[in-house]
């Protein structure tokens, strides 16, 4: 054989794996930088929309995230009856349907990714997720995850660990086809209809529920290796606001990694309207959030949007003791939170562990500064944390808590119309509503106007006409709850 035969057909051979080198080496290049460039441009765009007062120097949206994101008419029915509950009447004239949920989760979420970038924390949520038969549940998650999603089901809780399982593990092999699962389950006193406790006296009341919940996940971890993120969510209002305290006091250990506290807001179903939710502030609802976590909470640290609308405390509990992440009074804390910022943006630090380090090298390689940041961030904590030795006896346990106020619907109905004509009212009321709009951290995805909804939109204006067309394409073939 000559020579030049052997090139002749070795030749195509060696450009297909050249090609092929050269492919493999960029996608290599891009999972290990420390932003995805079409998140980068995500971020960039979210900042650029964002309204003046919210640019601020801890503000976070726009800088390391794009923000939280929500489902929304895809499964709209509950089984539970809330005061309030946030969802039109006509959602429970909706039929659960998993080729429905599943369809348009998956159209939603692809609106996601190409408007907002990868990484992103995603809710699947709606009415009550686990009316969803578990493969379809599972399905809805995979197509959040494989549209870069990282899901989280939000539920009332109230199911059994079969059904836990069944979502968990692949029907054909038994085996878990999800690692990890996150669940915010939605506990509160105003919540009508849970198996065992249908009209729950108080919140201390539902502890062994809020109890059940979580050793469901500690034992599918036990037995199945699928690990876990649970949070707390509990909707505040005149009739529980005084056990807040409590609440944190009490559930504080059951394995939640969250507590997230929503005043109650008038939007959605007005029949079930039971209290006057204006009697107390935000600010009264965070000095009992703090009661209850027996500390001051350094919100202020970070902030993800309108401060009127979001409050997040980061921190651990050291023993007792609750260590903030940041502490908000300390500048060399504020300019930590700069270098990181500056050196990994929006980066996600959920990723395999060769990936993950490769990060936060090329991170540390952008802005070097982070590095001594880190060193100097780490010794304050572990002094604020009562020395080294308290905290190798014993290790910090992480906890986040959350406040979430939503607004009312007669103010959201007017802010969003004039929003969407480009105009900016002169009403106080209605212009402090729009200025929360623009600051929105929680969207819903309408791939078909081409538009992010804040989630205060979808269920002022959108969620009534689009549970009236749902009504028609999947009644319900059982009698309506009130
Ligand atoms: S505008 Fe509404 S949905 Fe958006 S962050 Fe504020 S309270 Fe939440």
Redesign the pocket.
């Given at each position: 054989m000559s020579q030049s035969g052997a090139r002749g057909r070795l030749a195509p051979v060696s450009i297909t794996f050249v090609a092929s080198l050269a492919a493999r080496l960029r996608d290599l290049e891009l999972r290990t930088r420390p932003e995805h460039p079409d998140l980068t441009a995500a971020l960039a765009r979210r900042w650029e929309e964002l309204p003046a007062h919210v640019k601020t120097r801890n503000q976070m949206l726009g800088r390391r995230t794009a923000g939280c994101e929500g489902t929304h008419g895809v499964f709209p029915r509950c089984n539970l009856a809330c005061t309030p509950c946030y969802h039109s009447r006509e959602a429970n004239r909706v039929r659960t349907d998993g080729e429905h949920t599943v369809r348009e989760v998956e159209r939603q979420m692809a609106y996601l990714r190409a408007e907002r970038g990868p990484g992103q924390n995603a809710q699947l949520i709606g009415g009550e997720v686990t009316l969803l038969e578990a493969d379809d549940h599972a399905g809805a998650l995979q197509a959040m995850i494989d549209h870069g999603r990282k899901p989280m089901s939000l539920s009332h809780g109230d199911f059994d660990y079969d059904y836990l399982q069944a979502l968990a593990l692949d029907p054909a092999t038994g085996k878990p086809r999800f690692r990890h699962l996150s669940f915010a389950g939605h506990f509160d006193s105003m919540m009508y209809g849970r198996r065992g406790i249908k009209a729950p006296e108080s919140e201390p009341a539902l502890n062994p529920y809020r109890a059940r919940f979580c050793e469901m996940f500690a034992r599918l971890e036990r037995e199945h290796g699928v690990t876990h993120y649970l949070a707390h969510n509990m909707t505040v209002t005149p009739a529980n606001v005084d056990q807040v305290p409590q609440v944190i006091r009490d559930c504080r250990e059951m394995g939640f990694r969250m507590f997230s506290f929503q005043p109650a807001a008038f939007i959605g179903n007005t029949s079930r309207w039971k209290h006057e939710y204006r009697e107390f502030s935000t600010d009264e609802v965070w000095r009992r959030i703090e009661e209850g976590a027996g500390a001051r909470l350094h919100w202020g640290a970070f902030q993800i949007?309108?401060p009127?609308?979001?409050r997040t405390a980061y921190g651990a509990y050291a023993g007792d003791r609750y260590v903030p992440l940041l502490d908000e009074d300390d500048e060399r804390d504020a300019r930590v939170l700069d270098d990181f910022v500056a050196a990994f943006g929006g980066m996600d630090f959920v990723a395999p562990t060769g990936v993950l380090a490769t990060r936060v090298v090329r991170g540390l390689a952008r802005h070097p500064r982070a590095i001594a940041g880190a060193a100097g961030w780490g010794r304050r904590f572990a002094a604020r944390a009562g020395g080294l030795r308290a905290l190798a006896r014993q290790r910090p346990q992480a906890l986040t808590y959350v406040m979430?106020?939503?607004?009312d619907a007669d103010k959201?109905k007017p802010a969003w119309e004039l929003l969407r004509r480009g105009e900016l009212s002169d009403e106080p009321a209605i212009r402090e509503t729009q200025e929360?709009?623009q600051?929105?951290?929680?969207?819903m995805a309408h791939p078909d106007s081409d538009e992010l909804v804040?989630?205060?939109?979808q269920h002022s204006v959108l969620d009534p006409q689009e549970n009236v067309r749902l009504q028609e394409r999947l009644p319900l073939l059982e009698l309506p709850m009130a």
């Open positions: 949007g309108d009127r609308c979001n979430h106020a939503f607004m959201v929360r709009l600051a929105c951290s929680y969207a804040p989630a205060c939109a």
